[in-house]
């Protein structure tokens, strides 16, 4: 049961841990990019969160699945038919939408007041927001979208 635990959900983990990481070190300017794009780090924020949100969706419409990770690569590639429509519980909302948004708010306040080199951005928190928005959006879009055929063949 844990095993399969950990392949469903392994990688929101080690995503969470990386963006963690990333928000809390200093980073040494010699490995900082010596081409300074204006407000590089909204972006880079608002992908972390897109893609942190994007993959408890898609850990959530896999655990639902219930095979592996292999047969769910080739239905989602190849048969998005066969794929069963995710039901939009109250759980879903709360692992894909408000837990990455409470996690960048809570990285953002830690940044503030316990990693002295790190400072809390609101911006930088309405970026993460941006990207948990914009991730669901796109996951509610594609799911209506594939749900409509399941719909119709009375699945």
Known sequence: MMKKWWIDYGFCIILVCFIFYVSVVKIPSNMMPRIIIP???????????????AVICLSLLKQQQSGSWGEFVQLFLHKRDALVRLDIAPYFWLLAGLFPVFFGGLIEILQE???????????????????????????????????????????
Do not use: W
């Open 113 to 155: 007041y316990y990693f002295p080199p790190r400072t809390g951005d609101m911006i930088d928190f309405l970026a993460d927001v941006a990207g948990v928005l914009c991730a669901l959006a796109l996951f509610i879009l594609l799911n209506s979208k594939f749900g409509k055929y399941e719909q119709k063949r009375g699945i």
């Open 39 to 53: 407000h590089c780090d909204k972006v880079v924020h608002f992908f972390m969160y897109f893609a942190l949100s």
